[in-house]
């Protein structure tokens, strides 16, 4: 027997939508999808419109033009409480003259949900947030992660389609918004409810997301999975935004190949999912810690290789950040984990950079909010290192 095809509409819709404030567009004219039970989230820098476009979603924000759907329902113009939605902010919001489990149960009891109710739904959420021991404390007794947890409980008992996330660890020190991250995303997995989280910190969003989508502009420049946008940005602005990377100029020659400015090739693979540029307007990402670092001029460098001299080499610990200077004058960064003291080159050394054709993407040479380029056809290129 055939399975049913799963018709089901997506969990949020944005058409078109725009948001202008004066003659600013804080954002414009996005078209999204996130599927039900999915973990989305939006980057970008502060003031790229990923806010705003949240606050439209939640109905916090009314859209300039466009439209915003909600399982399939159109709910533009309908105020906060009459879309299945909730919140939780960077500020937590806790009311402070109440306990941990009047604030989770605050908002079933306003709709009026039994009593009997009420305490199964609040004791699950703060079992499922690991804090079944703290229902009767006050927010100030608490951390600022259990802070979070208090508010993300509060937005989860309610039982909403759509949970929206505003930065909520922007105010955790690193190490407990590390642990955060992987307490967060298991929780969703195991509520199944779909998740937009907002942020500006690329690591928050890869170690989280099924999917994101990096906004510039008010525009969405690039969107997948992370590892895709990480690994094949389509534009200089998605590459450098989500780490360092190395931006190479490159050139074409008259048979089609592309050099870099010393004139070497270099072999770049590419897939029916990448985008490429013009002949004329084009350059090569390479990631810092693809590379790697030989001291010696006259290493054999298998398949894209670059000699150039090291200007700084300062040690991490686990790991050497290099900047080495090329033939032509520009500065290649490569991260190389410190596995022996001997594979470790200094200042003014000599050293050759290799890299796999697969570690190399091709990009337009600016950085723009653009449409998508044209895609590469072959199974690979060559450009000059």
Known sequence: MTEP?????????????????????????????????????????????????????????LPTEGRILLGGQDVTMLPPYKRDVNTVFQSYALFPHMTVADNVAFGLRRKGVASADITRRSERMLDLVGLAGFAKRRPHQLSGGQQQRVALARALVNEPKVLLLDEPMGALDAKIRKSMQIELKKIQQEVGITFLYVTHDQNEAMSMADRLAVMNGGRIEDIGAPQRVYDRPVTQFVAEFLGSCNILPVQYDAAGVLHLPDGSPVLVATDDDYHAITASDARVGLRPEKLVVTRGDNVDGGVNSIRGVVRTATYLGASTDYEIETSWGGVLKAFAQNLADEHRAQPGERVTVTWSAGHGFILPSVAESSGEAAPVTETARTVAA
């Open 5 to 61: 095809l799963d018709t089901a509409p997506p969990a949020v819709t944005l058409r078109h939508v725009t948001k202008a404030f004066a003659e600013t567009r804080a954002v414009d004219d996005i078209d999204l999808d996130l599927g039900q039970g999915e973990f989305f989230a939006l980057l970008g820098p502060s003031g790229c419109g990923k806010t705003t476009t949240l606050r439209m979603v939640g109905g916090f924000e």
